[in-house]
């Protein structure tokens, strides 16, 4: 469907199932009686696996006076937590063990620099300090600080520092919390996960504001209309400021979160008609941009490029979709297998058979639009070659160019 039939379907859905009384429009200031939501807690949860690595850890006992705790993971990163005086009333052992590999999260890899605190939901009357050396430097504008609870439960951004050029992370309780890296669509992830939890919470209290005033209302109650429509205005603006602007600049970095923006555009604006709001003046033009950068997932791509002393030739109908791409190598040629999991991300795989010797392997793949159409895609190949004289093992990484190819047809 193209761009502009794909709006007029929209807009065709917005108006035969929002038609309702218009509403005096204009933005909402706010009183000191509105309610704002607290958005510090979890709507809905992006829970990770955590896996530990349980040779790596260290253990030291706390009291009222503070103290420290320091441990070296297997790859040579360091970390250390500082227990300010009075941050606990009572003497408590306090466990550091390294994490080994995190799976679930939107970060590049799943091999973070990150370290699991015990015992888990342990309070702090101060805050604590767990400062984060990674062996290997990670750049700042790609550095993605997080935490989680418990056991893998509620992964977020870490509160930090900002004014340390360290890695300080800044802990009122216990669990989880380290460092990883990831490009603009890592960003983009932490930006959904964040308008989701949003999204949870204000659906929640508008709906608690309208079904107890429809309640006073069938019940002859006292209701106080005007502040009713105060605080239905506020979630509303919340809405937008909270869910929409976020799924909209997690669009403009990962294209693959376009469609849910236009999903909760569409619903924002079903919502505020139903409750007697006029329709917003840039609708149209909002929905039309999304879908242009939705767009950008369905394209069609070329890879031809080199690596490692073999070169690498393939045609992609859509990054949503299962491509291949072939292998040329001084050793023979086979073909590599991709399967998205996201139209930015997924695993890879591809075997190769020839003189007595097997090779198999696979990896995770990932890739990266610019504005101007093209793009990069990056993939880790973690291969066995078994020959009749014994097996080895190898791990590549290979980088290849993307160029729009507008002229080859794929059927959709």
């Known amino acids: 469907m193209s761009t502009k039939n794909l709006v007029i379907v929209g807009l065709i859905f917005l108006a035969v199932s929002l038609a309702c009384k218009s509403f005096i429009p204009g933005r909402f200031n706010g009183a000191a009686t509105v309610p704002t939501v607290d958005f510090t807690a979890v709507g809905k949860p992006l829970n ?32 250390t937590l500082d227990v300010p005086a009075n941050a ?34 342990l309070f702090f009357k101060e805050l604590v300090t767990l400062t984060i050396v990674p062996a290997k430097e990670i750049p700042i504008k790609d550095q993605i600080i997080f935490g989680y609870e418990g056991e893998g439960e ?23 919390a380290g460092v990883g890296s990831g490009p603009e669509s890592v960003w983009a992830g932490h930006l959904q996960i964040q308008a989701e939890a949003a999204r949870s919470r204000l659906t929640q209290k508008l709906s608690e504001v309208l079904q107890a005033e429809r309640i006073r209302q069938l019940l002859g109650e006292e209701s106080d209309s005007e502040d009713a429509s105060g605080r239905v205005k506020s979630l509303l603006e919340q809405y937008e400021d ?24 569409i619903g924002l604006e079903r919502q505020r008609q139903l409750l007697g709001y006029e329709p917003r003046a840039d609708l149209s033009e909002r929905i039309k941009k999304l879908v242009e950068i939705g767009e950008k997932c369905r394209k069609a791509f070329r890879v031809n490029g080199q ?45 190769y058979s020839s003189d007595g010797c097997a ?9 990266t639009l610019n504005e101007d159409g093209s793009g990069t895609l990056e993939f880790t190949y973690n291969s066995t070659a078994r020959c009749p004289f014994g097996s080895i093992k190898t791990s590549k990484t290979s980088t290849l160019p993307l160029t729009p190819a507008p002229d080859l047809f794929c059927e959709q």
Request: aromatic share 6%.
């Open 88 to 121: 606990l009333d009572t003497e408590t052992e306090i466990v550091m063990t390294a994490v080994k590999t995190l799976d679930g999260s939107p970060l590049k890899n799943n091999a973070p620099t990150a370290v699991q605190l015990e015992p888990s939901g």
């Open 242 to 265: 909270q869910v929409i602007l976020k799924e909209r600049a997690a669009a403009e970095l990962d294209c693959q979160f376009a469609r849910k923006a236009i999903e909760d555009i």
């Open 359 to 367: 090779l198999t392997g696979g990896g995770p793949y990932s890739v």
């Open 48 to 79: 990770v696996t955590v896996l530990l690595d349980r040779t790596r850890t260290a253990n030291s006992k706390i009291t009222k006076a503070g103290g420290t705790v320091s441990l070296t993971s297997a790859d040579g990163s360091k970390f």
């Open 307 to 351: 690596s490692h002393g073999a070169s690498f030739k393939g045609e992609i109908c859509g990054l949503d979709k299962p491509f291949t791409i072939n292998v040329d190598s001084k050793t023979g040629s086979w073909p590599m297998k991709f399967t998205p999991t996201s139209p930015i991300a997924g695993t890879m795989e591809g075997s």
């Open 154 to 176: 509620d992964y977020h951004l870490a509160l930090i520092d900002p004014k340390s050029k360290e890695i300080r992370i800044k802990l009122i309780e216990f669990s989880g």
